[in-house]
C-alpha cells in the first residue's frame, strides 16, 4: 500500500510512472529510483520542491508496487 510521505494518506493519484499525486495534502511525489522527491503544487500550477518540509518519518513506508 502506498502511502503519502507528508500525511500518510492511501489517497495518492498516480500521474505519471514515477510520480503522484496526493488529493490529501496536495502535493506531487516523484519516485526517483526509491528517492523521493516531493512538490508542493501552487495554485498557479508552479511546482515548489518541499523535500526539506518533509521530516522523512513516512518514507520507510512509501513501496510503490
Ligand atoms: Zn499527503
Redesign the pocket.
Request: proline letters at 7%.
Given at each position: 500500500m502506498m502511502r503519502?510521505?507528508?500525511?500518510?494518506?492511501i489517497?495518492?493519484g498516480r500521474i505519471a510512472e514515477n510520480q503522484f499525486y496526493?488529493?490529501?495534502?496536495?502535493?506531487e511525489i516523484a519516485d526517483n529510483n526509491g528517492k523521493l522527491e516531493i512538490y508542493q503544487v501552487e495554485s498557479d500550477g508552479t511546482l515548489t520542491a518541499i523535500n526539506d518540509l518533509i521530516d522523512g518519518q513516512n518514507e520507510d513506508a512509501w513501496q510503490v508496487q
Open positions: 503519502c510521505p507528508n500525511c500518510n494518506s489517497d495518492l496526493c488529493w490529501h495534502c496536495f502535493i
